[in-house]
């Protein structure tokens, strides 16, 4: 079992960057699939990125070239580095972790971009 704890979202400019940390307890954290996911008010939850337990990524073309996932197997912790961000940003921010049948969520963290 796994339980993720989020941190880093608050309010930036257009055009600022923030960094999301989830930290994750328990135990074959190097095992998880970690994604994060994002629902902006009115909208569906969406992916917005995912990193394999190979470390492999995967970017929709909403945030390529602007955000990065990373994960230290050391620290138990997935981030998700954001870089130029837009006011179209704006959502309440989901960690995920999976891995077979386990599917684990964090409590979300609000990221708000200001235009």
């Known amino acids: 079992q796994v339980q993720l704890v989020e941190s880093g979202g608050g309010l930036v400019q257009f055009g600022g960057s923030l960094r999301l940390s989830c930290a994750a307890s328990g135990s074959l954290f190097s095992m998880y699939n970690m994604n994060w996911y994002r629902q902006a008010p009115g909208k569906q939850r969406e992916l917005v990125t995912a990193i394999t337990s190979g470390a492999n990524t995967n970017y929709p073309d909403s945030v390529k070239g602007r955000f990065t996932i990373s994960r230290d197997n050391t620290k138990n912790t997935v981030y998700l580095q954001m870089n130029s961000l837009k006011p179209e940003d704006t959502a309440v921010y989901y960690c995920?972790?999976?891995?077979?049948?386990?599917?684990?969520w964090g409590q979300g963290t609000q990221v708000t971009v200001s235009s």
């Open positions: 995920n972790a999976k891995w077979g049948i386990a599917n684990h």
